[in-house]
């Protein structure tokens, strides 16, 4: 007798244990309700510059249709060199050390699919990007979370890493500025974590997404630090600095071996990134800066209102020195991160993500997506305020 077909007992162990993102399920309710400001997924309000949009265009005109290189289009990389040398302080060669991915996710996935094998501990810092236990789970890797706290701007000290270390530590995940919080760090912090590092033997994964999106104070990449260059995979794209999201293009730099290793998969499961958003990204890299410039003075403008207006109204929030997130505190309303995210998006129609989506470090916490225009968000704190002052009596 045939087996009934139970799709459910197909699914591999390590996919069924993931959880969902908690941010789509929350703007899952979000889709279909009216008058809803949304403070809620972190992508740039802004529409890709034009003369990068038209480099796209420019590119089907003349029928760029085809697939390029593995490793991407060999004058995109050559240009990225350049600029990362300029930027960061960081030397890769375009030809064997840099690698272009379908944005940081691709390439973030491809790094731990290269490097980890089943049992090997991943160190990363929370709060944190959604994905990064999950990619790491998938790898059958060990997830190690290491808490972030707001009393030290949701810097990652690095003695909570070396607290974390054991025999099987293998990879530390560093993401700087943070999504959700905006921690940034200082050159002497990364200091003591790369010696950290060389001490122990790590592998360094940075998520540099976020580094143009810095308000004050120099943006550091650990990869620039002495003697580290040769144990970090650097990740970086063009979603957030140039509102390039839809385009879904990023990069990764590192060593020869590690990204041939990085592009074997990449070759069997991507094959390439897309030949138009790669022929836009290099016009990006080329011209883009001073819309990137322009883009973070508003961002910066939008932070200094709604941190205010958050402290204003008893919701004590760090100064996020970068990325486009507020993550305030939201303990004093005696409601849990999501229970307090739902009703207000019932009561008062404004959309933020619970911090608990980011781990359960997050939780007590709210993340405000500053990438929105300044009335949206000036509306959104007048209903919040409210909203509090009900809940606070
Ligand atoms: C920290 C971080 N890394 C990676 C990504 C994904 O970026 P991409 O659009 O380049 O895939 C995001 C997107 O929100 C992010 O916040």
Redesign the pocket.
């Known amino acids: 007798m045939t087996k009934p077909f139970l799709p459910d007992q197909f699914i591999a162990a390590n996919v069924r244990d993931i959880p969902r993102s908690g941010i789509r399920d929350f703007f899952d309710i979000v889709q279909g309700m009216a008058d809803v400001i949304s403070l809620g997924v972190?992508e740039p309000d802004f529409v890709t510059p034009w003369h990068i949009r038209e480099a796209a265009i420019y590119a089907l005109e003349r029928g760029r249709t085809t697939y390029t290189s593995n490793l991407g289009l060999l004058k995109l990389r050559e240009a990225l060199a350049v600029h990362l040398a300029e930027k960061f302080h960081v030397r890769y060669h375009p030809k064997t050390q840099i690698l272009i991915a379908v944005?940081?996710?691709?390439a973030?996935d491809i790094a731990f699919r290269a490097v980890v094998n089943p049992g090997d501990e991943v160190i990363y810092h929370e709060p944190c990007?959604v994905?990064y236990s999950p990619s790491i789970a998938m790898t059958h890797g060990i997830p190690v979370p290491v808490s972030c706290r707001p009393e030290d701007g949701f810097a990652v000290r690095a003695e909570a890493i070396e607290r974390a270390l054991t025999p099987k530590s293998k990879v530390l995940v560093l993401?700087f500025p943070t999504?959700p919080t905006g921690g940034t760090m200082t050159r002497a912090e990364l200091l003591k974590i790369a010696e950290l590092v060389k001490h122990h033997n790590l592998l360094v994964i940075t998520?540099e997404?976020?580094s143009e999106l810095t308000f004050e104070g120099e943006h550091v990449s650990i990869a620039a630090l002495p003697g580290m260059v040769e144990r970090t995979v650097f990740l970086h794209?063009f979603?957030k600095a140039y509102a390039m999201?839809g385009f879904?293009i990023?990069y990764a730099c590192g060593p020869a071996e590690i990204i041939e290793a990085m592009m074997k998969i990449h070759q069997y499961s991507m094959l390439c990134a897309s030949i138009i958003s790669q022929e836009a990204a290099l016009e990006a890299i080329q011209s883009g800066e001073p819309d990137t410039t322009e883009m973070r003075e508003q961002y910066k403008l939008r932070r200094n209102f709604i941190v205010k207006a958050l402290n204003e109204m008893g919701l004590t929030c760090h100064l996020p020195r970068g990325s486009f997130y507020a993550f305030p505190c939201i303990q004093s309303t005696g409601l849990g991160s999501k229970e307090f995210a739902v009703k207000l998006l019932e009561e008062e129609k404004v959309a933020c993500v619970p911090g608990g989506a980011f781990g359960p470090t997050g939780e007590g916490f709210l993340r405000c997506c500053f990438a929105t225009s300044l009335e949206q968000i000036e509306v959104a704190m007048e209903r919040m305020g409210r909203f509090v002052r009900r809940l606070k009596g």
């Open positions: 972190g944005g940081v996710s691709e973030m990007y994905s993401n999504n998520d997404i976020y794209g979603s999201t879904r990023g």
